[in-house]
């Protein structure tokens, strides 16, 4: 599907597939699709600041969640059946989604970004990477 005026859209990331590849000092950004000229986009982001000229294949086209989890809770990173309990993989989520390059191709699965308990860091995960948190 290409990106159409109005889509909601952040900058392209490769689906998480390992840990290293999702630790991250700032989330990601997210914006409004403004306009579309020819080949290009404006992008009027959350910051209230604007991008134009634009080519549609450096976004991801934003989706809401199939199973959204609970934003109230705390949540921990568990990869492969390894639970990371340190404050740098336990936390709050900021936003759930899905993601789709502008290139095209199937919608991922839903991911969660999570803002860590240290506040150092956010982690975008797949949401089967996430548990909640007992007693929270």
């Known amino acids: 599907m290409a990106i159409a005026q109005y889509d909601y859209v952040t900058l392209h990331n490769d689906v998480p597939a390992a840990l290293s590849?999702?630790?991250?000092t700032q989330p990601p950004m997210f914006g409004l699709v403004t306009s579309i000229d020819a080949a290009v986009v404006d992008v009027l982001w959350e910051n209230a600041k604007v991008t134009l000229d634009l080519e549609p294949v450096v976004l991801d086209q934003i989706y809401i969640p199939t199973a959204p989890l609970d934003p109230a809770r705390v949540v921990r990173v568990n990869l492969t059946g390894?639970?990371?309990?340190?404050?740098?993989?336990?936390?709050?989520?900021?936003?759930q989604y899905r993601r789709q390059a502008a290139g095209g191709g199937a919608v991922s699965a839903d991911l969660v970004l999570i803002k860590t308990?240290?506040?150092k860091q956010f982690l975008e995960v797949l949401q089967s990477q996430v548990e909640l948190v007992d007693g929270e």
């Open 21 to 24: 590849s999702i630790v991250q």
């Open 82 to 95: 390894v639970e990371l309990n340190s404050n740098e993989f336990q936390g709050t989520i900021v936003s």
């Open 117 to 119: 308990l240290d506040g």
